[in-house]
């Protein structure tokens, strides 16, 4: 029988180009309860899968994830995002906090578990994936949030209307020209919708400030994800729609208030 994280194992891996070979046996032998499955696992993985979509799950902010195939992984990066969220949600409680294009939910379980106790006084998560959402929904379920399927908004219950104090938004903004240059895990195993941000990789960002108005309470938030390469774009569509962008955090997130220019 083959030890946990064995030697095998992790030669196996690495010889099939998996460079952080002994961090990924590590998690499959963490994910599996025999040998049989251990070896299973890391046949998928040799093969191209993501890791995170084999084993099942995603470590985020300390907390295991549940990633089914197709849905999106979330990314170390969107830690960042999840931080601000946090001090946001910790300042204005309690909160209706929405995480929009929420994939797995992420970002709705890292600021449910990272919140000061009674600080949120309700959590949504919403997406146009059915995969996600049920991803979503299981990972959620231990906070009491509630989980939508639609499009952007017109997901959203319209009790929510004019009442979201902290919107999180992490939506794609990969320039459709780019989708093709991206990793295969990411390009061939998650889905396009999570992925293609249209030509310049801000159109979803530019619907999102179209129609945040008519959800965001009066000193309501948006944080969104974006790139160095995108910031000032992400930054003019929020500023174009009345919202002040008060800064941007690392060229990672752009934080924008819902006062309104006079």
């Known amino acids: 029988m083959t030890s946990p994280a064995s030697p095998e ?28 499955t251990r070896w299973e696992l890391a046949r998928r993985r040799m093969a191209g899968e993501p890791l995170e979509q084999v084993v099942g799950w995603a470590r985020f902010c300390g907390r295991r994830i549940a990633v089914s195939p197709g849905v999106f992984v979330p990314r170390r990066r969107s830690e960042v995002l999840a931080r601000v969220a946090v001090d946001e949600v910790d300042t204005r409680e309690p909160a209706v906090v929405v995480d929009l294009c929420c994939g797995a939910g ?26 996600a959402t049920a991803c979503a929904e299981a990972n959620l379920a231990p906070f009491g949030g509630r989980v939508h399927l639609g499009d952007l908004f017109d997901a959203l219950p319209a009790e929510l209307c004019g009442s979201v104090d902290v919107l999180v938004v992490n939506a794609p903004y ?18 396009p919708v999570a992925l293609d941000g249209g030509p310049d990789g801000v159109d979803v960002h530019r619907r999102i400030a179209a129609g945040v108005w008519a959800w965001l309470c009066t000193d309501g938030v948006v944080l969104v994800e974006t790139s160095d390469r995108q910031a000032d774009a992400t930054m003019a569509a929020l500023a174009g729609a009345g919202l002040v962008t008060d800064c ?9 208030r819902g006062r309104r220019v006079d």
Do not use: N, Q, Y
């Open 9 to 36: 194992l992790v030669a196996a891996l690495r010889s099939a180009g998996c460079v952080w070979a002994e961090d990924e046996a590590s998690v499959i032998a963490e994910s599996a309860t025999d040998d049989a």
């Open 106 to 131: 992420a970002l709705a379980v890292a600021i449910a578990s990272g919140t000061r106790p009674g600080s949120i006084r309700s959590l949504h998560a919403a997406d146009v994936d059915p995969r």
């Open 174 to 191: 990969v320039p459709t020209g780019s989708i093709a240059t991206l990793p295969a895990e990411a390009r061939e195993h998650e889905h």
């Open 248 to 256: 941007v955090v690392d060229d990672d997130v752009v934080v924008a």
